[in-house]
């Protein structure tokens, strides 16, 4: 029963056996091998059998090879373990060192960086179930790629076949073949679908440091001035923003991002903050409409001045003559012509609520008559320089009562700049 030659071969090769990995970890595998064979002819002895070893795995048994079988299934290997844990064996050593070191170099960018596994790592030279023993090609796969797995995935709403691809790393012909589909499948009609998947047995960290460049986006100020209208924006400075170059140490696990920590940064341009002067002065509350649509622009405002009360506001700008100019409001016009009063050919209209009159001045044209009802943004005449005008413009009043107030207090909100 007991072969001789196979006895010395596994006293010569023998490490460790990769026999229930766990019971037996640090007890001399050709010690347990003679004990077993010892146990073996005794037992062969007694009951005139032919008994052999039971090979288990992680509780599970893998072979049960009678003892002239030994040879032919237990073979001398180098064993791949992660994390104390028992992956595969394979034949080459070398082999195996030399995919473990690309795997190391598979991510990292720059090849002089150091690179380490996550994992604890280790490779064991021993005696190997033959089941357990693998290709080379078969080794490089699973250290490379990961383990290979089919799963089902269902597609959700916001999938489509390029975030699938991308997420799964794999191709759309890869899942047409898996799913075998043909070529007039309809993706949209799928709920689920089968995906092959690599986990992988071993992580690669390293870390490296990274430059790059930021903008730092400018604030904005903002000054309120309580003599503009709450429509009232201007900007007095322009916001630029500014640059600075951060150099982060990155780490990552495979290529993926696990942590950034940032070293320095220095600036390249420091960024100007915008300056913006705001109006709070607030509109009133008869939202007359703005007479002119040709321009918003004021000339001259409502206000005091040297020669007396500017009784209105002027609107003016190049292009000016000619322009339409409209009802602010529905109502009845009181008065359209010219009274050699200075406002030369001139327009007042009574407003509906009875307190609020306007008048359009300086009209080269009119277009209605004392007495006409227009509604509101109804065309009354066009801008001209009639009376006492030194150019094209309407100079325009709003009267309370009969008396002149600011008309930027009255015109609707969003209609002055
Ligand atoms: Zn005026």
Known sequence: MYNKSLGSFLKKNITKLNVNPRM????????????????????????????????????????????EELKENIQPAVGLYVDNEFVFATKNKDFLRNILSELKQKYVKDKNLCSSFVEDVRMDCGLYPFKEIISDEEAKELILSGKKDIISYEISENDNWDLICEKFNTTIEKIKELNNFDNEFQPENLSTINIETFEKIIHVKYSQMEQKEVQIAFESIKTEDPSKFTTFKQVTQKGINGLEVHVDEVTYINDEEVTRVNISRSTIKEKIDE????????????????????????????????DGLHTGIDISSSGIANQDVVACSGGTVTHAGDNNNGYGNYVTILHENGKISTLYAHCSKLSVKCGDKVTKGQK?????????????????EVRLNNNPVDPEDYLVVGQIN
């Open 24 to 67: 037996i970890k640090n007890i001399r595998i050709s010690f347990i091998i003679f004990s077993m064979l010892a146990f073996i002819s005794t037992v062969n002895y007694w009951n005139n059998q032919n008994y052999g070893l039971i090979l288990s795995y992680k509780g599970k048994e893998i072979a049960k090879i009678k003892s």
């Open 275 to 306: 300056q913006i002067i705001i109006g709070t002065k607030k509109i009133g509350d008869n939202n007359l409409l703005w007479p002119v649509p040709y321009t918003k622009n004021i000339s001259s405002p409502f206000g005091q001045r040297e």
């Open 380 to 396: 009354i005449a066009e801008v001209g320089s009639t009376g006492k005008s030194t150019g094209n413009h309407l100079h325009f």
